[in-house]
């Protein structure tokens, strides 16, 4: 039996029922989009599978690829760790076949004794024809991994590192190397970055929610990034205020404050040919406590105009449409996570014409 009818004897099966939307193999091309799933969109499935069904391996890119295709999704964006040269071209044609793009996940170099490995993945990724390698310099949400500003310049140090080992390789490679807005640097620390980096194939992964947790503008992080941009991470987020500052949550795309029409235009205007992925992850809101003292200590030097606006964003926008994964039980997880990944590809359709 082959992944495909696995597939679809688990979503027939009784003892795990999968929603229609989720489950139809072949969508018909008008329900088709151009936008693309993240691995991280589907936490609750991979799950579900692998306790259902064992040998269904989700996040396997063959796997994966086909849950794209399933679903009419334009691509994918995984880790594909190291395959061999027959498995790179297998993948790579289901690809091409179905008319989707690849996009890899990969860590970056830490040290000389990680160039091996990060050098066989670049090569899987262009074996496989990824179109753009996703990657994070600095670990963790600044102003809760950091306890001082001397802390997070000696791992931002680490990151510029780590991205001068990488580079090299992605230029042999000739795979742009895209590294996402994490809620590490501001924005203009980050094109910093990649003007002195100065590498046709390194540039940004846009992230179109994270940089608001950093009191900037998603517009306008947006359109600072475009030139630099080889990937782009469309979410959407939804806001309100609680006693330390606000929350902010993934939801489908549309229903929240972000204004995903004009930053997709504007990207697209700069990157015609950049790929979009939906990178939404069902779970509860994220706290982000500006109104406290641990947020500043890698942060002092902001303007207070920044965080009038975005606390102003954040009243004017506030909704009671935050999701609470937490309180759910499994099926219902699962659930909530399947309606908003298809919610979000309607929109993409629909709305963004994408």
């Given at each position: 039996?082959?992944?495909?009818?696995?597939?679809?004897?688990?979503?027939?099966?009784?003892?795990?029922?999968?929603?229609?939307?989720?489950?139809?193999?072949?969508?018909?091309?008008?329900?088709?989009t151009a936008l693309g799933l993240v691995t991280y969109c589907c936490q609750f499935r991979?799950?579900?599978?692998?306790?259902?069904?064992?040998?269904?391996?989700?996040?396997?890119?063959?796997?994966?690829?086909?849950?794209?295709?399933?679903?009419?999704?334009?691509?994918?964006?995984?880790?594909?760790?190291?395959?061999?040269?027959?498995?790179?071209?297998?993948?790579?044609?289901?690809?091409?076949?179905?008319?989707?793009?690849?996009?890899?996940?990969?860590?970056?170099?830490?040290?000389?004794?990680?160039?091996?490995?990060?050098?066989?993945?670049?090569?899987?990724?262009?074996?496989?024809?990824?179109?753009?390698?996703?990657?994070?310099?600095?670990?963790?949400?600044?102003?809760?991994?950091?306890?001082?500003?001397?802390?997070?310049?000696?791992?931002?140090?680490?990151?510029?590192?780590?991205?001068?080992?990488?580079?090299?390789?992605?230029?042999?490679?000739?795979?742009?190397?895209?590294?996402?807005?994490?809620?590490?640097?501001?924005?203009?620390?980050?094109?910093?970055?990649?003007?002195?980096?100065?590498?046709?194939?390194?540039?940004?992964?846009?992230?179109?929610?994270?940089?608001?947790?950093?009191?900037?503008?998603?517009?306008?992080?947006?359109?600072?990034?475009?030139?630099?941009?080889?990937?782009?991470?469309?979410?959407?987020?939804?806001?309100?205020?609680?006693?330390?500052?606000?929350?902010?949550?993934?939801?489908?795309?549309?229903?929240?404050?972000?204004?995903?029409?004009?930053?997709?235009?504007?990207?697209?205007?700069?990157?015609?040919?950049?790929?979009?992925?939906?990178?939404?992850?069902?779970?509860?809101?994220?706290?982000?406590?500006?109104?406290?003292?641990?947020?500043?200590?890698?942060?002092?030097?902001?303007?207070?105009?920044?965080?009038?606006?975005?606390?102003?964003?954040?009243?004017?926008?506030?909704?009671?449409?935050?999701?609470?994964?937490?309180?759910?039980?499994?099926?219902?997880?699962?659930?909530?996570?399947?309606?908003?990944?298809?919610?979000?590809?309607?929109?993409?359709?629909?709305?963004?014409?994408?």
């Amino acid at each position: 039996m082959n992944r495909r009818e696995a597939l679809r004897l688990l979503a027939a099966g009784s003892s795990v029922m999968l929603p229609p939307a989720l489950s139809a193999i072949g969508r018909d091309r008008s329900e088709r989009t151009a936008l693309g799933l993240v691995t991280y969109c589907c936490q609750f499935r991979r799950k579900m599978l692998a306790k259902a069904t064992p040998s269904i391996r989700l996040f396997e890119p063959n796997t994966f690829l086909e849950h794209c295709i399933s679903l009419g999704a334009g691509g994918m964006q995984i880790r594909l760790g190291v395959m061999d040269g027959n498995a790179a071209i297998g993948l790579r044609n289901q690809a091409e076949a179905n008319g989707k793009y690849i996009e890899a996940i990969v860590s970056v170099p830490k040290d000389d004794s990680n160039l091996e490995r990060f050098d066989a993945e670049m090569k899987t990724a262009a074996a496989v024809g990824a179109k753009a390698v996703r990657t994070t310099i600095i670990p963790g949400r600044r102003y809760e991994y950091f306890d001082s500003l001397k802390m997070f310049r000696e791992f931002e140090a680490r990151g510029q590192n780590s991205l001068e080992r990488a580079a090299p390789i992605a230029e042999r490679h000739r795979v742009p190397l895209a590294v996402e807005n994490h809620k590490d640097h501001r924005t203009d620390q980050r094109v910093a970055l990649f003007e002195q980096i100065s590498s046709e194939f390194v540039g940004a992964c846009v992230d179109t929610g994270n940089s608001f947790a950093l009191l900037e503008d998603p517009v306008e992080t947006a359109k600072a990034l475009a030139p630099w941009a080889h990937s782009v991470h469309l979410k959407d987020q939804a806001v309100q205020t609680y006693e330390d500052g606000f929350l902010l949550a993934d939801i489908p795309l549309g229903q929240g404050f972000i204004d995903l029409t004009k930053i997709v235009e504007l990207l697209k205007a700069e990157k015609p040919h950049v790929h979009f992925s939906l990178e939404l992850i069902t779970r509860d809101p994220l706290k982000v406590p500006v109104l406290t003292g641990r947020y500043w200590r890698t942060l002092h030097d902001l303007p207070a105009e920044d965080l009038a606006r975005t606390l102003t964003t954040v009243r004017d926008g506030a909704t009671d449409n935050l999701q609470y994964i937490s309180r759910l039980g499994p099926a219902e997880q699962l659930a909530q996570e399947d309606a908003n990944v298809r919610a979000s590809l309607d929109y993409a359709r629909d709305v963004l014409r994408l």
